[in-house]
């Protein structure tokens, strides 16, 4: 049984102009949910997270490598628990990348992909529809009509009831919402990376289109691949996902990187915050976005980074000595 209070302590956010309101913070399954996790963790993450308020559940087709799928897989076991609280929760999930073998199942935005693709997705989930179905990486091979009428099929059978898109840039996202604005489709979200120490979509100028044309930002690696907690304060310990090789960020962890680190910190527990909070409060701040997906591997750091919600004003002093740092 869920908690009485899961709604007191969270805010939520417009997607855009849409009706759909989401969580300010999301729970995504990307890392810790696949075939090599532990079930009852799984289970104790997801409770924990509705719980808080979070009901947001991000998903995608091949999360769960090395066997693609078995996030699904795991969350639609978790579902079944859930069941009836199916209308509460908000669930996602993005084909594009490579998921099985052959032309069809390759890296692409193609009818047929996208098509077969969300059907294997209800069925490992249980589920009649999700909620929001993603093309979740921009395809050069495939025209965007093509794309933009797969995923209004998906809303025209019922299998969705709003899409986006994941990783589109300016000038793709710019044309896919012309042709989604002549289907009548309703596009809520756009999902980029963004952090305070990955600033492209404004440098793009992403989330200013997606704000003039009503549609939302579920931001991905708010934290920088966890660059942005307490985990590398004094250095890169071997348990951490750096130190075991498995982040592209290792390289940055220099020094320089871990003084700046320090000196945010400071900053955060001025505000009377961790790093992470004060992170994710800093990337909400931005009026594109809807919300932030974070990433756990035990319920104490849902827990944590939920909080950012206490502190979501900051002061001229505080952004400035931020942009300072970060601006390095």
Not at 62 to 76: H, K, L, Q, V
Not at 236 to 253: F, K, Q, V
Request: glycine share 8%; net charge negative.
């Amino acid at each position: 049984m869920a908690s009485d209070t899961r709604y007191d302590g969270m805010v939520y956010n417009r997607c855009g102009r849409s009706g759909l309101k989401l969580p300010a913070v999301s729970l995504g399954l990307w890392q810790n949910f696949g075939h090599t996790g532990v079930y009852a963790n799984m289970e104790a993450m997801v409770h924990t997270a509705f719980d808080l308020g979070i009901t947001h559940f991000d998903l995608a087709n091949n999360y769960g490598a090395p066997y693609n799928g078995s996030a699904e897989e795991n969350f639609g076991r978790i579902l079944r628990d859930m069941r009836h609280y199916r209308d509460e929760l908000c669930v996602s999930t993005k084909a594009g990348y490579g998921m099985w073998p052959g032309p069809y199942g390759d890296r692409n935005g193609s009818r047929k992909y996208l098509t077969a693709s969300l059907d294997q997705s209800l069925k490992r989930m249980g589920l009649e529809y999700v909620d929001i179905y993603y093309h979740h990486i921009y395809d050069p091979d495939t025209p965007l009509e093509e794309t933009a009428l797969a995923l209004d099929n998906a809303v025209r059978q019922g299998k969705a009831l709003y899409v986006g898109v994941s990783n589109y840039r300016h000038r793709e996202m710019e044309e896919i919402l012309g042709i989604f604005r002549e289907l009548r489709t309703p596009v809520v979200l756009n999902q980029p990376s963004y952090s305070m120490l990955n600033r492209w979509i404004e440098e793009d100028g992403l989330d200013e289109l997606c704000y003039e044309n009503g549609v939302g930002l579920a931001v991905f690696s708010p934290l920088y691949q966890g660059m942005l907690t307490d985990r590398y304060l004094n250095g890169i310990p071997a348990d951490s996902r750096a130190g075991r090789g498995n982040s592209r960020l290792a390289g940055e962890l220099d020094a320089a990187m871990i003084k700046r680190l320090n000196d945010l910190n400071a900053i955060a527990a001025s505000r009377g915050q961790t790093l992470s909070q004060m992170a994710l409060s800093w990337v909400l701040r931005n009026r594109a976005v809807t919300t932030v997906l974070i990433g756990a591997s035990r319920p104490e750091q849902i827990r944590e980074n939920v909080k950012c919600v206490e502190r979501l004003d900051f002061s001229e002093e505080e952004l400035e000595a931020i942009e300072r740092l970060i601006r390095r």
